[in-house]
């Protein structure tokens, strides 16, 4: 069964520092969201992004957030100066169609240091 | 501020036992309903999907919604150990652009199934 891909499945940075987190959505998926988990809070909804552009996005994804389809395989998120408060398991999700169900990814951990 | 509320557990069964796991939302235009799984340091895994009002079968699990009363629920009939985890609640407003993907979660509940 095709699945959502992300790398890293770690990543550690300097609080400051720009990271990139990379997503692989299943190749005919339309739909593809970023969510967050801080460790033992909710799945928090960051981002959601169609035909090539961002169809919304929630309080957390502030300027120091975007997200970029550079490809047509790659779905990545860039955090341009991580905070402390940025560590958290940070998840890809797509879907075919508006309705249909999401597929998440297995998610990359940021630990900000 | 939309929410979604579950009592966050834990929740202990014995194996074979009937799981009752519950949730409640604020937004009454929500559209659509559905329940994740997430063992420790996993992602979500989609259980079920509810659109409608009523019971929704699929195996040993069930899902029951009342729009009326802003509710949701989750059966699991013949618990096993390999079922404990956490069972994320989840609303979407519904809408265009994809926007039914822009879950809402609650922060779940944890069932221990013991053997």
């Known amino acids: 069964e095709p699945e959502v891909t992300q790398t890293p499945s770690h990543q550690v940075t300097q609080m400051g520092q720009e990271v990139i987190l990379r997503c692989v959505p299943i190749?005919?998926?339309?739909?593809f969201y970023w969510y967050r988990q801080i460790l033992g809070q909710k799945v928090e909804f960051l981002v959601s992004f169609y035909n090539n552009e961002i169809s919304e996005k929630s309080e957390i994804f502030d300027d120091q957030f975007s997200v970029e389809r550079p490809d047509g395989s790659n779905f990545t998120l860039k955090i341009r100066s991580t905070k402390l408060e940025d560590s958290a398991m940070y998840f890809c999700?797509?879907?075919?169609?508006?309705?249909?169900?999401?597929?998440f990814g297995n998610g990359t951990r940021l630990t900000v240091t | 501020q939309k929410e979604v509320e579950q009592n966050s557990g834990p929740l202990s069964v014995p194996e074979g036992a009937i799981a009752s796991l519950n949730c409640t939302y604020s937004?009454?235009?929500?559209?659509?309903f559905f329940w994740y799984r997430q063992y420790s340091g996993k992602s979500p895994e989609l259980i079920m999907s509810?659109?409608?009002?009523g019971d929704k079968e699929d195996g040993r699990f069930t899902a029951q919604l009342n729009k009326a009363s802003q509710y949701v629920s989750l059966l699991i009939r013949d618990s096993q150990p390999s079922d404990s985890a956490t069972y994320l609640c989840?609303?979407?407003?519904?809408?265009?652009?994809?926007?039914?993907?822009?879950?809402?979660f609650g922060k779940g509940t944890k069932l221990s199934v013991k053997p």
């Open positions: 509810i659109y409608s009002n």
């Open positions: 999700a797509s879907c075919g169609q508006e309705s249909s169900p999401l597929h």
């Open positions: 989840a609303v979407t407003l519904g809408g265009r652009g994809g926007s039914q993907g822009n879950l809402i």
């Open positions: 190749s005919n998926h339309l739909y």
């Open positions: 937004d009454r235009v929500s559209q659509s």
